[in-house]
């Protein structure tokens, strides 16, 4: 079975602070993605990786960045912050076009 | 840019009834994913249509493309407590574009 996993179910941050969210993934995936999801507002992409080292915008990606410095490996980084970034974060990984599988999920509160 | 739409954004049902979402897109899909999450879960993949036109059913479920691949449906005959969350369709393009989803509640 595909595993993705997330650092963290729940965290808790204060404005400005740097956040960290990992997530790892089992199967030699090519695709890693990063959404956000708000009740009414389905899930939105933010980042997406489809190789090592390699990144693209999503629909969201302000305040984001990401780093992937290995294939199983994909980090979301919030530079600074802001109570508006209070969300659940999923990550999700794909072969090509195929199914994506997600990880648990990461609720973030920004206080 | 695109937009992939589905309605209703929240039905409630009486264990026993059928229920319907809905996806409409603003331009031509790709392919079509249907995902499932439930509550405090995470989206776990349904199916994937490709072909325009094309039926499938995973026993109660029945998920149709349209003949313009612009929309698509899923249809559950007979909902149990068990079909309870939210249902998302997805263009399956270079990469996956969600819909908001359909919450679906079921009154045992």
């Known amino acids: 079975d595909v595993k993705v996993t997330q650092s963290s179910r729940y965290l808790v941050k204060r404005t400005g602070e740097k956040v960290f969210l990992e997530c790892v993934q089992d199967?030699?995936?090519?695709?890693m993605f990063w959404y956000r999801q708000d009740p009414g507002l389905g899930l939105r992409l933010i980042y997406f990786s489809y190789d090592v080292k390699m990144k693209e915008k999503g629909d969201i990606p302000e305040g984001y960045s990401v780093s992937r410095e290995k294939k199983e490996r994909f980090s979301l980084i919030l530079e600074s912050a802001s109570t508006n970034q209070t969300s659940m974060y999923l990550c999700a990984s794909s072969f090509s076009r195929d199914t994506q599988y997600f990880g648990p999920g990461t609720r973030l509160t920004v206080l | 840019g695109q937009q992939v739409m589905q309605i209703p954004q929240y039905q409630h049902v009486q264990e026993g009834e059928d229920f319907t979402t809905y996806c409409n897109s603003s331009t031509t899909l790709s392919n079509i994913q249907w995902y499932k999450q439930r509550p405090g879960g995470h989206p776990v993949f349904l199916i994937q249509l490709v072909k325009s036109g094309e039926v499938k059913k995973q026993k109660r479920l029945t998920f149709q493309f349209g003949e313009a691949k612009k929309n698509s449906s899923l249809h559950i005959t007979a909902t149990q407590t068990t079909d309870v969350g939210t249902y998302f369709c997805?263009?399956?393009?270079?990469?996956?574009?969600f819909g908001s989803g359909t919450r679906l509640l079921v009154r045992p």
């Open positions: 199967m030699d995936h090519e695709n």
């Open positions: 997805a263009d399956s393009s270079y990469k996956l574009i």
